[in-house]
């Protein structure tokens, strides 16, 4: 079971970017989540969809960043507007076998999460 990710890249403040995450191999019941890194930085959280589209965000990306499904409920989608230089970093998809995690601030958690995919570089420069 793998994560494929793309998208990302570079665009300047207040452009947008678009990252997909689509599973290969296996379809299953998870809480779907991204996550990203900048340098030197711990991983953090940034928005969470459940199996429902009930989504779930980081206050600093509330309001300009829209997490989503397709239509099959597998591919995932993060949206990203009014980009500033502070999102810049590694963003990573994830996926928790435990979709209840989902309901609660566990999918917070990078180290709750099962699966990964390889991180996508995203760099907005001012």
């Known amino acids: 079971f793998q994560l494929q990710e793309s998208g990302g890249d570079s665009a300047q403040t207040g452009g947008s970017l678009r990252l997909s995450c689509a599973p290969n191999g296996y379809y299953g019941v998870f809480c779907m989540a991204w996550f990203r890194q900048a340098p030197g930085m711990e991983r953090e959280a940034v928005a969470s969809?459940?199996?429902?589209?009930?989504?779930t965000y980081a206050d600093s990306v509330k309001g300009r960043f829209t997490i989503s499904k397709d239509s099959a409920g597998h591919t995932m989608f993060l949206q990203m507007d009014s980009l500033k230089p502070e999102d810049t970093g590694t963003y990573y998809c994830?996926?928790?076998?435990?979709?209840?995690?989902?309901?609660?601030?566990?999918?917070?958690?990078?180290?709750?999460?099962?699966?990964w995919g390889r991180g996508l570089a995203v760099t907005i420069s001012s």
């Open positions: 969809i459940d199996t429902v589209g009930t989504t």
């Open positions: 994830a996926a928790d076998s435990l979709a209840s995690d989902c309901y609660s601030d566990s999918w917070r958690s990078a180290v709750r999460m099962d699966y």
